[in-house]
C-alpha cells in the first residue's frame, strides 16, 4: 500500500500504479472474453423462441397444476432405488478410493510412478460426468439400477481420493513417527497412526458425498440407469406435466431430507 | 488404575484402539441398522445377473472400440461441441457470478436486514434445488435448443453454488476490520470495497475457477437433453456406434479438465 507525499501532506492509495495498471489489464481481457462468449452464444440462439419464453413458463405451470397426487403409489419404489443408487455408489466409491488416496498422498505412496497412475485414476473419474458413465454402462449391463450404481460409484471415486489424499498428506507426521518407533512395519504405522487421523475426514467426505450422489442419482433415469429419473423422463416425453410436478416435487423432497442428513451427521462428527 | 498393584500383574499390558463411535450401543444400533438397510437394499436392487453376463463380451468389444480414439473423422463437429461448451462454460460463470455478488451479499446475516437476508437464501435455495440437467430440461422447453438453454441452466446453478459460498465466507471474516472502516466514515460501497471485498477475495477466485470448472464438465452432459455444447455430439457418436470418436470426446474433456485445475492451482497461489 503506497503513500504519496504531496504538499497537502501524505496520501494514502490501496495500489501503486503498477498494481492499478495491471488490474485495469486483466478486467479488460475479461470483458473482452465474456463480450466474445456472449456473441458467440447469441448467435446460436434463435431469439423468436427466447421473446415466448414467458408465455410458454406460464403455459408449462398451468398445465403442471395441481401435482398427480395419486401418481405418488407410483413413486416410492423409484424413490427408494434412487436412494439404494446412491448409498451403495457411494460405498464402492468408498471402499476403491482408500487404496487411490494411499497411493496418491505423496508421504504414503510407494512411488512417484504410483502416484501419477493414482492421481490419473482421479481426474478421470472426476472428469467424466455420472451420466455419461451411465450412458457407457447402460451399454454394457443393460438398463437399469445396476449400471447407475456403478455410474455413481465410478464418479464418486475421483472427488473422495482427491479430499482423502489431501487428508493423508496433511496428517501430523510426529504421530506416525511415534508408531515408527515402536518398530511398528508400514503397514502398521498406517492402520495405528494415519488412519485414527483421517477417519473423521473419510467418514464426513463420505456423507458429503452420499448427499451429491442422491441429487446426481435423481437424473440417471434420463439415460436408462434406474432411479426416479425413468418417471422423469417417461412424463415428460408422454407430455404427463400433473406428474412431472409430483415427480419434482418428491426429488426436491428427497434431495432436502438427504442435505439435512448429511449435514447433522457432519455435524456430530466434526 | 490403582497405583500399588500397577507393578503387579493388574496393569493390562494389553491395549486396545479406541473405537471411532465412542458410545457402544450408538455403535451397534449404527452397524445393525445399515446391516438391515443394505440387506434390503440388496434385496430389492433386481439386477439382471443374466443380463449383466451377457454384456461383459458385449461390453469388451465396446471397450475395444474405443481404441484406437479417432480424433480425425469428425473433428469439425468434435471442436465446434467442445468450443460451444467452453464459451457457454465461460459466459454462465462469468453472468452467474456478477448476480452472484449482489445475492451473496444480501445472504450474509452481518451485513443484511433479515427481510433481504431471507429473500436471498430464498433465491440460493431455489436455485439449489434441482440438479443442472434438469433445469436444463426446462430451459430447454422454453428457450429452444441451443446453447443458450445450457447458459441459462448454468448461470442459476452458478448462483446457487457461488451466492452461497460467497454468504458463507462473509459471515465468518474478520469484523474487526470492517468495523475500523466503518469507524472512518465511509459510506456503504466504500465498505464493501475496503472491508469486505480484500477479505473474501482470494477465496472467491479460486472458487470461480472451481466452478468453471463445474460448468464445463456439466457442460458435456447437458447437450443430452438438447441444450447445447458437446454433450450433443457425444450422445450422437454414441447413438451412431462411433465409439472411437467417443473416446476422442471424452479424452478431450478430461485434458481440458486437467488443465483448468492446473490453472486453477496456479492462480490461487498467486492470488494469496
Avoid at chain 1, 250 to 264: F, G
Avoid at chain 2, 212 to 240: K, M, P, Y
Amino acid at each position: 500500500m503506497p503513500i504519496i507525499e504531496t504538499k497537502d501532506g501524505p496520501l494514502w492509495k490501496r495500489r501503486t500504479l503498477k498494481q492499478s495498471l495491471a488490474r485495469l489489464f486483466w478486467w479488460t481481457v475479461g470483458l473482452i472474453v465474456a463480450a466474445i462468449a456472449w456473441k458467440l452464444i447469441s448467435d446460436k440462439t434463435h431469439w423468436y423462441f427466447v421473446q415466448s419464453a414467458p408465455k410458454e413458463a406460464s403455459d408449462i405451470v398451468s398445465r403442471m397444476m395441481p401435482p398427480d397426487w395419486s401418481y405418488m403409489d407410483k413413486l416410492w419404489l423409484p424413490v427408494w432405488e434412487t436412494i439404494n443408487i446412491a448409498t451403495l455408489g457411494t460405498l464402492i466409491a468408498m471402499l476403491i478410493s482408500i487404496p487411490v488416496a494411499f497411493m496418491a498422498a505423496r508421504n504414503t505412496t510407494p512411488h512417484p510412478l504410483v502416484r501419477a497412475f493414482a492421481l490419473f485414476i482421479t481426474v478421470t473419474s472426476r472428469s467424466v460426468n455420472s451420466l455419461i458413465w451411465a450412458l457407457i454402462l447402460v451399454f454394457i449391463l443393460g438398463p437399469g439400477v445396476l449400471a447407475g450404481t456403478i455410474a455413481i460409484g465410478l464418479r464418486s471415486i475421483g472427488g473422495f481420493s482427491k479430499l482423502l489424499y489431501e487428508a493423508i498428506e496433511e496428517i501430523n507426521p510426529v504421530q506416525v513417527e511415534a508408531i515408527e518407533a515402536t518398530g511398528a512395519s508400514r503397514l502398521q504405522q498406517i492402520v495405528y497412526a494415519i488412519v485414527p487421523q483421517v477417519l473423521p475426514t473419510f467418514v464426513g467426505v463420505g456423507v458429503f458425498r452420499w448427499d451429491i450422489n442422491v441429487r446426481g442419482s435423481t437424473i440417471l433415469g434420463l439415460v436408462g440407469a434406474g432411479g426416479i429419473g425413468l418417471q422423469l423422463s417417461g412424463s415428460i416425453n408422454t407430455l404427463a406435466w400433473t406428474q412431472v410436478s409430483m415427480i419434482l416435487l418428491v426429488i426436491l423432497l428427497t434431495v432436502i431430507i438427504s442435505e439435512w442428513i448429511s449435514a447433522k451427521v457432519r455435524g456430530a462428527i466434526i | 488404575m490403582n497405583t500399588t498393584n500397577s507393578q503387579t500383574s493388574s496393569y493390562s499390558d494389553y491395549w486396545k484402539r479406541p473405537h471411532f463411535i465412542k458410545r457402544a450401543w450408538l455403535r451397534w444400533l449404527l452397524m445393525v441398522g445399515f446391516a438391515i438397510y443394505l440387506a434390503l437394499a440388496l434385496g430389492t436392487m433386481d439386477i439382471d445377473w443374466e443380463r449383466a453376463w451377457e454384456g461383459l463380451p458385449r461390453g469388451q468389444r465396446f471397450i475395444q472400440a474405443f481404441f484406437p480414439p479417432n480424433f480425425a473423422d469428425n473433428r469439425g463437429v468434435v471442436f465446434d461441441g467442445i468450443m460451444e461448451s467452453i464459451w457457454m462454460a465461460i459466459s454462465a460463470t462469468i453472468f452467474g457470478i456478477i448476480l452472484s455478488i449482489p445475492i451473496g451479499l444480501g445472504a450474509a446475516r452481518n451485513l443484511s436486514p433479515a427481510w433481504v437476508y431471507f429473500l436471498c437464501r430464498g433465491i440460493i435455495a431455489s436455485s439449489r434445488s434441482f440438479p443442472e440437467i434438469i433445469m436444463a430440461i426446462f430451459a430447454v422447453k422454453l428457450f429452444g435448443f441451443g446453447p443458450f438453454a445450457g447458459f441459462v441452466a448454468l448461470s442459476i446453478g452458478t448462483i446457487g453454488f457461488f451466492a452461497k459460498l460467497l454468504a458463507e465466507d462473509i459471515e465468518v471474516m474478520n469484523a474487526s476490520q470492517a468495523e475500523a472502516v466503518k469507524v472512518t466514515g465511509s459510506s456503504w460501497f466504500q465498505w464493501i470495497n475496503y472491508a469486505i471485498q480484500p477479505q473474501v477475495m482470494p477465496r472467491m477466485i479460486g472458487l470461480a475457477m472451481y466452478r468453471l470448472d463445474i460448468n464445463f464438465r456439466e457442460s458435456a452432459v447437458i447437450g443430452i437433453v438438447g441444450g447445447g455444447g458437446i454433450g450433443a455430439t457425444l450422445n450422437t457418436s454414441f447413438s451412431r456406434y462411433e465409439f472411437d470418436t467417443t473416446a476422442a470426446i471424452l479424452i478431450i474433456i478430461i485434458v481440458i479438465v486437467m488443465v483448468l485445475e492446473y490453472i486453477s492451482g496456479y492462480l490461487r497461489k498467486w492470488v494469496q
